[in-house]
């Protein structure tokens, strides 16, 4: 039986988290270790500066977790570095309370877990989904299963590379399928807002509405604005090989 480690950058208490928890049961072990509180936006973090605390909490079901006072990408390494000793056959940071498209990656406290796990060489994906009211948690949930099944089933995928799910917030059978994509881009709309402090000196707030995105067929941002589950393949290796002859005519010569 597969053993799936669960995590997020919500917190524990997420019920993104629940949904996925409860769903990957039908496939194999469980086991949760996700921080204690809302990580998100706090990219791939490590924490060297302080020690780490784990403790365990119920979950709204019943059932138990495990949680710290680190963050998303330091449960990852806690558990997989033995805080769990089981061995981990899969890790799935998730469900994420808001999508994370094309450059919202590099921000993402929930995609960093993912990354933390492939760093370690265990297949790993994130799972992101579109805000909205209501919430159709089991939607992603189920999908989050299908993708798992496949991961699993195939032995994995190739070391160095994670999984970004982004799952459309809908009925499942209001979902136009699955598409395999490609990143696309994000137009942030970033507003710096600068206050006082009562001592006369000027504080910021980095403000401004949600991003909006370039809908190119083929990305993320396209799939699920047409309602579709979108799965891009990421890699570890960030190396721009197009780039690498023109650069070394630059600093190598000819
Ligand atoms: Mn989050």
Known sequence: MPHVLITNDDGVHSPGLLALAQALRQI?????????????????????????????????????ALTTDGGPSDSVALALMGVIEQPID????????????????T?????AAA???????????AISQEEGDPRYWETAARAAVIIARQMLANGGIPR???LNVNI????????QGFQVT??????????????RDP??????????????????PGTDVYALAHGNVSITPLSLDMTHDAFLDTLRRWFEGD
Do not use: C
């Not at 204690?36 to 990219?43: I, K, L, Y």
């Not at 001592?199 to 190119?216: A, H, K, N």
């Open 107 to 111: 921000y993402s406290g929930t995609v």
């Open 160 to 162: 160095g590379t994670l």
């Open 28 to 64: 194999g072990q469980v086991s949760i270790l996700a921080p204690d509180r809302n990580w998100s936006v706090t990219g791939h973090n490590k924490t060297l500066h302080k020690p780490l605390r784990v403790w365990p909490v119920t979950l709204e079901d019943g059932s138990q």
């Open 182 to 195: 490609r990143l696309g881009q994000r137009r942030y709309h970033d507003e710096l807002v600068v206050r």
């Open 199 to 216: 001592g006369g000196r000027p504080y910021y707030w980095i403000g401004g509405g949600p991003p909006s995105s370039v809908l190119e």
């Open 168 to 175: 459309p917030n809908l009925p499942w059978e209001a979902l």
């Open 115 to 125: 990354m933390e796990g492939a760093i370690f060489g265990i297949p790993s994906m």
């Open 90 to 105: 899969l890790v799935v940071s998730g469900v994420n309370t808001r999508p994370n498209l094309g450059d919202d990656i």
